[in-house]
Nanobody
């Protein structure tokens, strides 16, 4: 089992920045990939960014050039640096981890990001 705890959400004005953190604990050696999803009111949950064990990354087109995902393996923590935030980035952001062999998915509790215009 893997436990994920997010932090760093909040309220920011358009054009501002936030950094989200997600700390993993438990069976962290089983994790192959970690990432961030978001869900806005009335919309489906969508992938924002993902980083794999080989450090490859992918991003949603809507955040490319503005968001950066990274991780610190010594702290079992993944980060999402969000710059040039827009009101449409407002959502609950969820941390996700996928296990290497079983492809089991784990989720954090979510952290609210609100961008005011």
């Amino acid at each position: 089992q893997v436990q994920l705890v997010e932090s760093g959400g909040g309220l920011v004005r358009a054009g501002g920045s936030l950094r989200l953190s997600c700390a993993a604990s438990g069976s962290v050696s089983s994790i192959n990939a970690m990432g961030w999803y978001r869900q806005a009111p009335g919309k489906q949950r969508e992938l924002v960014a993902m980083i794999r064990s080989g450090e490859s990354t992918n991003y949603a087109d809507s955040v490319k050039g503005r968001f950066t995902i990274s991780r610190d393996v010594t702290k079992n923590t993944v980060y999402l640096q969000m710059n040039s935030l827009k009101p449409e980035d407002t959502a609950v952001y969820y941390c996700n981890a996928v296990a290497r062999v079983t492809y089991d998915a784990y989720w954090g509790q979510g952290t609210q990001v609100t961008v005011s215009s």
